[in-house]
């Protein structure tokens, strides 16, 4: 099976200790060789491996591999990379030009979260705070505003603009009310960030450390969270005329994917792809997404899992490789976004008729 290729994040702090930072430097090492055994997904693999040295104290090698990705013909988030990049650089001394690439960042107005958010971060750990609410509230007025709720992947450019405002002393607006909604920790947004925080760990008194106490372990809670999910929960998509070919050369597989008088294959099969997200939402499971399967990937798939492509429990696993591959596209789409099952109609006139 291929490694997992989550979307990368501002790495954390770096590690504490001799053991962890050989641990980080060997998980990089592994990636980097993983990039050059799968040159298609070597992005998402050096980023990773990036990271990785980032948390090993690395940096000058983390440095590289991004200055390489940018150098490569074509990379698939270029903006991404120079964001991360200025976030690292800005840790080992090279401030003046971070803030040039960061300046970069925002000019270009990336249509995607993650670079807002990585560049917003890292304003904001170096307390450039005016900045980081500036460059969190760019990307939520671009990707947010005028979305009821906001798509997922952007609901961190909510939070961190929140927290930023709280350290500044602003006063809540509808943004940081809609933020408030969007919270899954067990205290509100205004004791998580909480400036006056800091304080109350020096503090004698032992209510006012039982009640840090209890915040921390909220964020700790909704850290592990999204760790215990870096890619989306997603189910697997046939377009029409793969999903023909599948079962021409593997009718054994009709009976996953089965038609009957009124509807085709392909037809119930969109039918309960989104049924399956529906459901899935409505249990409450976040970032959800929509992999789209061709056979060719199938059957190498298979081929790697010395499998036959007939076995049935190769489709589960297929879908959640696809997943960790960053193939994903977010679940649901903006009604007027092209629904995810190849129409051409937007999702609103399409599979979320019913969702109005």
């Given at each position: 099976?291929?490694?997992?290729?989550?979307?990368?994040?501002?790495?954390?702090?770096?590690a504490?200790?001799?053991?962890?930072r050989?641990a980080?430097l060997?998980?990089?090492?592994?990636?980097?060789?993983?990039?050059?055994?799968?040159?298609?997904?070597?992005?998402?693999?050096?980023?990773?491996?990036?990271?990785?040295?980032?948390l090993?104290?690395?940096?000058?090698r983390?440095?590289?591999?991004y200055?390489?990705?940018l150098?490569?013909?074509?990379?698939?988030?270029p903006?991404?990379?120079?964001?991360l990049?200025?976030?690292?650089l800005?840790?080992y001394?090279h401030?003046?030009?971070?803030?040039?690439?960061?300046?970069g960042?925002?000019?270009a107005?990336?249509?995607?979260?993650?670079p807002?958010?990585v560049?917003?971060?890292?304003?904001?750990?170096?307390d450039?705070?005016?900045?980081?609410?500036?460059t969190f509230?760019?990307?939520?007025?671009?990707?947010v505003?005028?979305?009821?709720?906001?798509p997922?992947?952007?609901?961190?450019l909510l939070?961190?603009?929140?927290r930023?405002?709280?350290?500044l002393?602003?006063?809540?607006?509808?943004?940081?009310?809609?933020?408030d909604?969007?919270?899954?920790?067990?205290?509100?947004?205004d004791?998580?960030?909480?400036?006056?925080?800091?304080w109350?760990?020096?503090?004698d008194?032992?209510?006012?450390?039982r009640?840090?106490?209890?915040?921390?372990?909220?964020?700790?809670?909704?850290?592990?969270?999204?760790l215990?999910?870096?890619?989306?929960?997603?189910?697997l998509?046939w377009?029409?005329?793969?999903?023909t070919?599948?079962?021409?050369?593997?009718p054994?597989?009709?009976?996953?994917?089965?038609?009957?008088d009124?509807?085709?294959?392909?037809?119930?099969?969109?039918?309960?792809?989104e049924?399956?997200?529906?459901?899935?939402?409505?249990?409450?499971?976040?970032?959800l997404?929509?992999?789209?399967?061709?056979v060719?990937?199938?059957?190498?798939?298979?081929?790697?899992?010395?499998?036959h492509?007939?076995?049935?429990?190769l489709?589960?696993?297929?879908?959640?490789?696809?997943?960790?591959?960053?193939?994903?596209?977010?679940?649901?789409?903006?009604p007027?976004?092209?629904?995810?099952?190849g129409?051409?109609?937007?999702y609103?006139?399409?599979h979320?008729?019913?969702?109005?």
């Amino acid at each position: 099976m291929r490694p997992d290729t989550p979307t990368p994040t501002t790495p954390a702090t770096p590690a504490g200790t001799d053991v962890d930072r050989k641990a980080h430097l060997e998980e990089a090492a592994r990636l980097e060789r993983m990039a050059r055994r799968y040159p298609e997904d070597a992005e998402q693999l050096l980023l990773r491996a990036a990271a990785h040295h980032e948390l090993a104290d690395n940096r000058e090698r983390a440095s590289a591999l991004y200055d390489g990705l940018l150098a490569a013909e074509s990379p698939e988030d270029p903006v991404l990379i120079r964001a991360l990049k200025a976030a690292n650089l800005w840790e080992y001394g090279h401030e003046a030009e971070a803030r040039a690439i960061i300046t970069g960042v925002r000019s270009a107005a990336p249509r995607t979260p993650a670079p807002w958010i990585v560049a917003g971060e890292a304003l904001e750990a170096h307390d450039e705070l005016q900045e980081a609410h500036d460059t969190f509230t760019e990307g939520a007025t671009l990707l947010v505003e005028g979305t009821t709720p906001p798509p997922y992947e952007t609901r961190p450019l909510l939070l961190g603009r929140h927290r930023v405002r709280r350290l500044l002393g602003a006063p809540h607006d509808d943004w940081d009310a809609l933020a408030d909604t969007l919270n899954t920790a067990a205290l509100p947004l205004d004791e998580l960030h909480d400036p006056n925080r800091t304080w109350s760990l020096g503090s004698d008194n032992p209510e006012e450390l039982r009640a840090e106490i209890n915040r921390i372990q909220a964020e700790l809670g909704t850290y592990r969270a999204a760790l215990s999910r870096p890619y989306p929960v997603a189910v697997l998509h046939w377009p029409a005329a793969e999903l023909t070919e599948l079962l021409a050369a593997y009718p054994d597989l009709s009976s996953e994917y089965p038609s009957d008088d009124k509807h085709t294959a392909h037809e119930l099969h969109t039918a309960a792809v989104e049924s399956a997200l529906r459901d899935l939402s409505a249990s409450g499971t976040p970032n959800l997404g929509v992999v789209e399967a061709t056979v060719p990937s199938y059957e190498a798939f298979a081929a790697a899992e010395t499998a036959h492509p007939t076995d049935p429990h190769l489709l589960p696993l297929y879908t959640t490789t696809l997943a960790t591959r960053a193939r994903a596209l977010p679940w649901p789409p903006q009604p007027d976004t092209p629904c995810w099952c190849g129409s051409g109609r937007g999702y609103g006139g399409c599979h979320g008729v019913a969702a109005q």
